[in-house]
């Protein structure tokens, strides 16, 4: 891990006290594009803080695709859709992962306290929703978002503005930095694999984990380990799946000895017989690593268009293809002859709710899970490694930033892998 500081950000007030502006890392429409550059610094009113709400004072944040999506202004114009609900400001402030301090709480917040030690999971929405008045999950009601990304005013500022249900304790054994890195990807992955019943992972399922070495991949190969299963890894290179393996992974396939992804031919094209036997290698893959000729129970989607129809493939029958996003691109196809007689099932899932993210976050206090951090930048950094991050040329595990914590520093256990 490196990280250095080339921008000095003012000293904040002691917590209880709320500064008038804060230095933030702000994206604008005029800006989109490439994030090296849609991301600058700058000096921005400290916003107001509702009834239920914590301002937190960020010592570090993570880094998430989600954020390469704003900077580029695609798919969604988060600013102008915000406008659209009433919002009145026409900048963005991204970041959906933080550590730091408490710097004051809205009126009606109880239980947390100015100066507590905390991290903040992504999931947000009106507690007056009907849907959630309902009993239903929070997280498909109509409200429902994502902290950093569809709300303003998150990590990527000195200070950052939260629901005070999303406020969770920072495990006391980890750094600054390694408490920032994992809560969105961790939280998502968790709501992933346990959040849709019928297809939770059980002991000895064999679970398949594209990206394994990224954010979302080392948590979720972890947490697949923990509940008894077996994670088989999907990565670009040998070193990588290597380190797959040193999180608990029973092995990794190199997607890049295969040559069918993206949209297969046509069912009635000559071509598909040669896109049926690439999809065949790859599942007897599966097969050499588990030492059986076992399919996935759980396929963990999230590069989604050069990816989906591999995983309805191999998946097996009564399993599921589980997707949270779509970084290769959004335009999957599904061959139905893999899917409907096989009763696969191809959910979407999104964020988090509380009792995920809590459940997930006293692994994370416990010591069952690492953080994964893989770098730590500074602060004037953010716009470079988003552009990166865009390109698929990040390094294994999570990037992190450094905001207002010192150099870093390692927590008082350090990582048990190193990335």
Same mark, same amino acid.
């Given at each position: 891990?490196?990280?250095?500081?080339?921008?000095?950000?003012?000293?904040?007030?002691?917590?209880?006290?709320?500064?008038?502006?804060?230095?933030?890392?702000?994206?604008?429409?005029?800006?989109?594009?490439?994030?090296?550059?849609?991301?600058?610094?700058?000096?921005?009113?400290?916003?107001?803080?509702?009834?239920?709400?914590?301002?937190?004072?960020?010592?570090?944040?993570?880094?998430?695709?989600?954020?390469?999506?704003?900077?580029?202004?695609?798919?969604?114009?988060?600013?102008?859709?915000?406008?659209?609900?009433?919002?009145?400001?026409?900048?963005?402030?991204? #970041?959906?992962?933080?550590?730091?301090?408490?710097?004051?709480?809205?009126?009606?917040?109880?239980?947390?306290?100015?100066?507590?030690?905390?991290?903040?999971?992504?999931? $947000?929405?009106?507690?007056?929703?009907?849907?959630?008045?309902?009993?239903?999950?929070?997280?498909?009601?109509?409200?429902?978002?994502?902290?950093?990304?569809?709300?303003?005013?998150?990590?990527?500022?000195?200070?950052?503005?939260?629901?005070?249900?999303?406020?969770?304790?920072?495990?006391?054994?980890?750094?600054?930095?390694?408490?920032?890195?994992?809560?969105?990807? #961790?939280?998502?992955?968790?709501?992933?694999?346990?959040?849709?019943?019928?297809?939770?992972?059980?002991?000895?399922?064999?679970?398949?984990?594209?990206?394994?070495?990224?954010?979302?991949?080392?948590?979720?190969?972890?947490?697949?380990?923990?509940?008894? #299963?077996?994670?088989?890894?999907?990565?670009?290179?040998?070193?990588?799946?290597?380190?797959?393996?040193?999180?608990?992974?029973?092995?990794?396939?190199?997607?890049?000895?295969?040559?069918?992804?993206?949209?297969?031919?046509?069912?009635?094209?000559?071509?598909?017989?040669?896109?049926?036997?690439?999809?065949?290698?790859?599942?007897?893959?599966?097969?050499?690593?588990?030492?059986?000729?076992?399919?996935?129970?759980?396929?963990?989607?999230?590069?989604?268009?050069?990816? $989906?129809?591999?995983?309805?493939?191999?998946?097996?029958?009564?399993?599921?293809?589980?997707?949270?996003?779509?970084?290769?691109?959004?335009?999957?196809?599904?061959?139905?002859?893999?899917?409907?007689?096989?009763?696969?099932?191809?959910?979407?899932?999104?964020?988090?709710?509380?009792?995920?993210?809590?459940?997930?976050?006293?692994?994370?206090?416990?010591?069952?899970?690492?953080?994964?951090?893989?770098?730590?930048?500074?602060?004037?950094?953010?716009?470079?490694?988003?552009?990166?991050?865009?390109? #698929?040329?990040?390094?294994?595990?999570?990037?992190?930033?450094? $905001?207002?914590?010192?150099?870093?520093?390692?927590?008082?256990?350090?990582?048990?892998?190193?990335?």
């Amino acid at each position: 891990m490196n990280g250095t500081r080339t921008i000095t950000l003012p000293r904040l007030p002691d917590p209880g006290t709320i500064p008038e502006t804060m230095i933030a890392q702000v994206i604008r429409q005029d800006r989109f594009g490439d994030p090296a550059t849609a991301f600058q610094a700058e000096e921005i009113p400290t916003p107001p803080v509702g009834p239920d709400d914590v301002l937190v004072a960020v010592m570090a944040a993570g880094v998430n695709y989600n954020n390469v999506w704003a900077a580029r202004g695609v798919p969604v114009d988060v600013i102008r859709s915000r406008q659209r609900s009433g919002e009145p400001y026409d900048f963005h402030i991204g #970041g959906s992962d933080a550590s730091g301090i408490v710097q004051t709480v809205g009126r009606d917040v109880t239980g947390i306290a100015v100066g507590d030690e905390v991290v903040v999971h992504p999931g $947000v929405w009106d507690m007056d929703d009907p849907w959630i008045a309902a009993g239903r999950d929070p997280m498909t009601a109509p409200s429902a978002r994502i902290w950093g990304y569809d709300t303003n005013f998150g990590s990527f500022a000195q200070l950052a503005l939260a629901q005070s249900h999303q406020i969770m304790r920072k495990a006391p054994h980890l750094s600054w930095e390694e408490a920032a890195a994992p809560t969105l990807v #961790g939280t998502t992955a968790y709501r992933m694999l346990f959040g849709w019943s019928g297809n939770i992972v059980e002991k000895d399922d064999v679970v398949l984990v594209w990206g394994g070495s990224g954010g979302l991949g080392t948590q979720a190969i972890q947490l697949v380990r923990h509940a008894g #299963g077996i994670p088989v890894a999907v990565v670009s290179s040998p070193d990588r799946g290597e380190h797959c393996v040193l999180l608990g992974a029973a092995g990794w396939i190199d997607r890049t000895e295969y040559s069918h992804w993206g949209v297969p031919p046509h069912w009635t094209d000559a071509a598909q017989r040669e896109w049926t036997a690439e999809a065949r290698r790859f599942g007897k893959a599966i097969w050499d690593i588990v030492g059986a000729r076992r399919n996935p129970a759980i396929v963990f989607e999230h590069s989604g268009e050069a990816t $989906v129809p591999t995983s309805v493939f191999v998946c097996d029958g009564g399993g599921m293809i589980v997707i949270c996003a779509g970084t290769t691109g959004f335009s999957a196809m599904v061959d139905l002859r893999y899917h409907w007689t096989r009763q696969k099932r191809l959910q979407g899932s999104h964020g988090t709710n509380d009792a995920q993210a809590y459940a997930y976050n006293d692994l994370v206090c416990a010591g069952d899970i690492d953080p994964c951090v893989g770098r730590v930048v500074g602060f004037d950094e953010v716009g470079r490694v988003h552009s990166e991050m865009g390109e #698929g040329s990040s390094p294994p595990g999570n990037t992190v930033v450094l $905001v207002g914590a010192p150099e870093p520093g390692l927590g008082k256990s350090g990582p048990r892998v190193s990335l």
